[in-house]
T-cell receptor, first 116, second 114 residues
Framework: AQSVSQHNHHVILSEAASLELGCNYS??????LFWYVQYPGQHLQLLLK??????LVKGIKGFEAEFIKSKFSFNLRKPSVQWSDTAEYFC??????????????FGKGTKLSVIP | EPEVTQTPSHQVTQMGQEVILRCVPI?????FYWYRQILGQKVEFLVS????????KSEIFDDQFSVERPDGSNFTLKIRSTKLEDSAMYFC??????FGDGYTFGSGTRLTVV
């Protein structure tokens, strides 16, 4: 079974600092990769996704992620964070296993706290 | 933009009671999912549903759980006899047919078992 690892449990940054959240997955076949954000008390919102093509993916709110297939990684970046980015960030993967249910496997999440 | 709707947003139930969580997926989506998130933990897959049957389920989805699509629009998760450890946020999601289609999540139902 595939797994998703997020390296940082809790990241604390000052406003305007740059952000990079790590994500690695274990599956060696064809995958789709996602980053979701969960603001306090709210549901999961899609930040960005990678299906194919350009490995540098741009999402909403100035976030981007780079898919590096050789490293099985899909790290999330933002050049300058804002207080409003305080949230929990989840990396997720689904695989084209042929089984067809395409369920997402989530990482444990990284809590980001941005200090004004 | 189309949404996945979940009701209720919060449900409190006594241990041993049955609960039904409701979801209305996006109308032209064909895959439906239930996930749960215990407070402070990661989002876990429970079950996927396609073509009116369960296509995959996790080990969490034991005999106490069942899913149904009774009328072509609602997608329900039933927990037959709730336990304290069932307390969690339950998310419904739906997706289109193709592998590359995106997922849309509902706002979740917070289930509290007392």
């Amino acid at each position: 079974a595939q797994s998703v690892s997020q390296h940082n449990h809790h990241v604390i940054l000052s406003e305007a600092a740059s952000l990079e959240l790590g994500c690695n997955y274990s599956y060696g076949g064809t995958v789709n990769l996602f980053w979701y954000v969960q603001y306090p008390g709210q549901h999961l919102q899609l930040l960005l996704k990678y299906f194919s093509g350009d490995p540098l993916v741009k999402g909403i709110k100035g976030f981007e992620a780079e898919f590096i297939k050789s490293k099985f990684s899909f790290n999330l970046r933002k050049p300058s964070v804002q207080w409003s980015d305080t949230a929990e960030y989840f990396c997720a993967v689904n695989e084209d296993s042929g089984a067809g249910s395409y369920q997402l496997t989530f990482g444990k999440g990284t809590k980001l706290s941005v200090i004004p | 933009e189309p949404e996945v709707t979940q009701t209720p947003s919060h449900q409190v139930t006594q241990m041993g009671q049955e609960v039904i969580l409701r979801c209305v997926p996006i109308s032209n989506h064909l895959y439906f999912y239930w996930y749960r998130q215990i407070l402070g933990q990661k989002v876990e897959f429970l079950v996927s549903f396609y073509n009116n049957e369960i296509s995959e389920k996790s080990e969490i989805f034991d005999d106490q759980f069942s899913v149904e699509r009774p009328d072509g629009s609602n997608f329900t998760l039933k927990i037959r006899s709730t336990k304290l450890e069932d307390s969690a946020m339950y998310f419904c999601a739906s997706k289109g047919l193709r592998f590359g289609d995106g997922y849309t999540f509902g706002s979740g139902t917070r289930l509290t078992v007392v």
